[in-house]
């Protein structure tokens, strides 16, 4: 009969392998944090600009004024008190109050409630889409992560967006203050 040998490792080896795991681990750790962050801010962008699309169509589609807004409750449009960060809705605005209001009787298209861990500003309280031949509201949005990473969509006079990482005739994009 043959001996039996004892398999498995050392103390000294399975410090060894710990203290390695340990430091890829922590090498990792920072990238995972940047690559959540750019994640939840790429997702944002993404849903603000499928927001100004939808709202574009609509009031093509309508004949009528289409608002995408800032908003706290998805029932009323937010004034200089709140910042994109809180949420947005779309909805049509059928009794073209000035300045845009939703009524109950009025369809709300969209809401949106943003998962960026930073901020969302506008150089705009509001974005009207009016149906052809007639200018819509332009502006910058600045979506920001936690770490201050600026990107922005920018919405033309006849309602295209699109996405930049330097503002408006080139300078470059600042990150409102972080909560």
Same mark, same amino acid.
């Given at each position: ?17 710990l ?22 801010r790429?997702?944002d962008i993404?849903?603000f600009? =499928?927001?100004?699309q939808?709202?574009?169509?609509? %009031?093509a589609? !309508?004949?009528?004024p @289409?608002?995408?807004?800032? /908003?706290?409750?998805a ?19 059928t ?6 209001h939703r009524?109950?009787a ?13 901020t ?16 819509? =509201? ?6 920001c992560? %936690?770490a201050? !990473?600026?990107?922005? @969509?920018?919405?033309?006079? /006849?309602?295209?967006?699109r ?11 600042v ?5």
């Amino acid at each position: 009969m043959g001996k039996l040998q004892a398999s498995g490792v050392s103390l000294w080896e399975l410090l060894c392998a710990l203290g390695l795991g340990a430091v890829v681990f922590s090498l990792a750790v920072p990238a995972l944090r940047s690559f959540l962050l750019d994640a939840r801010r790429t997702a944002d962008i993404n849903a603000f600009v =499928t927001a100004v699309q939808l709202a574009r169509s609509e %009031a093509a589609k !309508r004949g009528m004024p @289409v608002v995408l807004c800032k /908003t706290a409750d998805a029932s009323n449009c937010a004034g200089t008190e709140l910042r994109y960060d809180s949420g947005w809705m779309i909805f049509v605005n059928t009794d073209r109050i000035r300045p845009p209001h939703r009524s109950p009787a009025e369809d709300l298209l969209m809401h949106y409630l943003p998962e960026t861990q930073g901020t969302i500003s506008a150089n705009r309280r509001l974005f009207e889409f009016r149906p052809f031949s007639w200018r819509s =509201t332009n502006g910058t949005v600045t979506f920001c992560d %936690a770490a201050g !990473r600026p990107r922005a @969509v920018i919405v033309s006079y /006849t309602g295209r967006p699109r996405v930049a990482d330097i503002g408006p005739g080139g300078r470059p994009l600042v990150c409102a203050d972080l909560p």
